[in-house]
């Protein structure tokens, strides 16, 4: 389909196979929205599939960082019971 310039109602003709179609302008400003549309959704759902992956590692990073935090508090706390014994041990004897 080729367009040509614009006839004097404003339209875009169009070159078809038998007979020429007259395209109004306003159909052609559609397509060319409907276009820019779609070149946007795509463009936003890559990047919402990127932001998921992020997310996705940011969670299970997270997770790595509660179980450190679990097991440090837990050595912490046994660190503090075997002084708190060894405190009590030397101040009986």
């Known amino acids: 389909m080729r367009?040509?310039?614009?006839?004097?109602?404003?339209?875009?003709?169009?070159?078809?196979?038998?007979?020429?179609?007259?395209?109004?302008?306003?159909?052609?400003?559609?397509?060319?929205?409907?276009?820019?549309?779609?070149a946007e959704r795509r463009e936003l759902a890559a990047e919402n599939r990127q932001l998921h992956r992020e997310k996705e590692e940011l969670l299970r990073e997270n997770g790595e960082l509660r179980e450190k935090i679990?097991?440090?508090?837990?050595?912490?706390n046994?660190?503090?019971a075997a002084t708190a014994q060894s405190v009590e041990n030397s101040g009986a004897a």
Do not use: F, M, T
């Open 70 to 76: 679990a097991r440090l508090e837990e050595r912490k």
């Open 3 to 38: 367009a040509s310039p614009l006839s004097e109602k404003g339209d875009v003709e169009v070159a078809g196979k038998e007979n020429a179609q007259i395209v109004p302008v306003h159909y052609a400003k559609l397509e060319a929205k409907l276009e820019l549309s779609e």
């Open 78 to 80: 046994r660190l503090a």
